[in-house]
């Protein structure tokens, strides 16, 4: 059974700064990769998907690499909405999420 | 527009039934798979199922398996979920969310709170 970690569990970074987002499985899932972002009483959205691939409408300072087990989600210079919770997902057989980091305001 | 709206969540007894729905808007329901999702509040996602665009395919996860039951009506652009034999750890907000190829979800409901408890 496949095991995703996300690290670190929350990350305190000012606004303007770069936030890097690690995930890890504990098998190969190729590039099947995702990452969503959720903020408070929100659903979550997509940000990325097939490890590096920005979803209609993600701005271009969200970016993912990675590939086989491990994967990064890079914000390049963090804006106000950008504080919120960030999780991947494996899609390679069932879906799994990982537990989530907590990005929050330094 | 692409809007997913859950409804049925509610309080219910351990070992009762509820039947989740997801009407569905803004394209063509019978193109794409659906998921559900659950989040215990304050906690991580946790997948629960996902059906196929036709209805011909079902996975579950493990803790719903034989109890859940996921479906599809292409006609009325509505997707359910029959929850069966509940237990206090089926507590959660439950989303519904459009599948894509890769099985990743592009659109989400704003979820539906179902809460078990005697």
């Known amino acids: 059974e496949i095991v995703m970690t996300q690290s670190p569990v929350s990350l305190s970074v000012s606004p303007g700064e770069r936030a890097t987002l690690s995930c890890r499985a504990s098998?190969?899932?190729?590039?099947?990769l995702a990452w969503y972002k959720q903020k408070p009483g929100q659903a979550p959205r997509l940000l990325i998907y097939?490890?590096?691939t920005r979803a209609p409408g993600i701005p271009a300072r969200f970016s993912g690499s990675g590939s086989g087990t491990e994967f990064t989600l890079t914000i390049s210079s963090l804006q106000s909405e950008d504080f919120a919770i960030y999780y991947c997902?494996?899609?390679?057989?069932?879906?799994?999420f990982g537990g989530g980091t907590k990005v929050e305001i330094k | 527009q692409v809007q997913l709206v859950e409804s049925g969540g509610g309080v219910v007894q351990p070992g009762r039934s509820l039947r989740l729905s997801c009407e569905v808007s803004?394209?063509?329901?019978?193109?794409?798979?659906f998921h559900w999702v659950r989040q215990d509040p304050g906690k991580g996602l946790e997948w629960v199922a996902i059906?196929?665009?036709?209805?011909?395919?079902?996975y579950y996860a493990d803790s719903v398996k034989g109890r859940f039951t996921i479906s599809k009506d292409n006609s009325k652009n509505t997707l359910f979920l029959q929850m069966n034999s509940l237990r206090v750890e089926d507590t959660a907000l439950y989303y519904c969310?459009?599948?894509?190829?890769?099985?990743?979800?592009?659109?989400w409901g704003q979820g539906t709170l179902v809460t078990v408890s005697s």
């Open positions: 969310a459009r599948g894509s190829p890769g099985w990743y979800s592009d659109y």
């Open positions: 803004g394209f063509t329901f019978s193109d794409y798979a």
């Open positions: 059906i196929s665009y036709d209805g011909s395919q079902k």
């Open positions: 098998q190969s899932v190729g590039r099947n």
């Open positions: 097939d490890a590096s």
């Open positions: 997902q494996q899609y390679n057989n069932w879906p799994l």
